[in-house]
């Protein structure tokens, strides 16, 4: 099982960024797939999350970030768009096992994680 993060990058306030969680050994849709983020010296917070249908987003990011999947390439993509100072972190993507929607934001229920891709938001 692995998740493999690319496609950060440095890019200007406003600007976008599709951010890709590519998976291996097993099939994306069996699965809860979220993005979190953690800038240095705070804790690692859920970005958004898609499974069975449903996505999630947090507030910060509403109406700006898209999750989408694509089981044929088996890769959950985050689109963000109008980015941020504060979007600026190391974004990781991770899976989960079925778990209550409302623990979607919890690290500790994901068991396999990606290995971040840095995005930078700077003029």
């Known amino acids: 099982v692995q998740l493999q993060a690319s496609g950060g990058g440095l890019v200007q306030p406003g600007g976008s960024l599709r951010l890709s969680c590519a998976a291996s050994?097993?099939?994306?849709?069996?699965?809860?797939i979220s993005w979190f983020r953690q800038a240095p010296g705070k804790e690692r917070e859920g970005v958004s999350y898609?499974?069975?249908?449903?996505?999630f987003y947090a507030d910060s990011v509403k109406g700006r970030f898209t999750i989408s999947r694509d089981n044929a390439k088996n890769t959950v993509y985050l689109q963000m768009n109008s980015l941020k100072f504060e979007d600026t972190a190391v974004y990781y993507c991770?899976?989960?096992?079925?778990?209550?929607?409302?623990?979607?934001?919890?690290?500790?229920?994901?068991?396999?994680w990606g290995q971040g891709t840095q995005v930078t938001v700077s003029s």
């Open positions: 991770a899976r989960a096992p079925r778990i209550p929607f409302s623990l979607w934001r919890a690290p500790a229920y994901y068991t396999h």
């Open positions: 050994g097993f099939a994306l849709d069996d699965y809860a």
């Open positions: 898609i499974n069975v249908g449903r996505k």
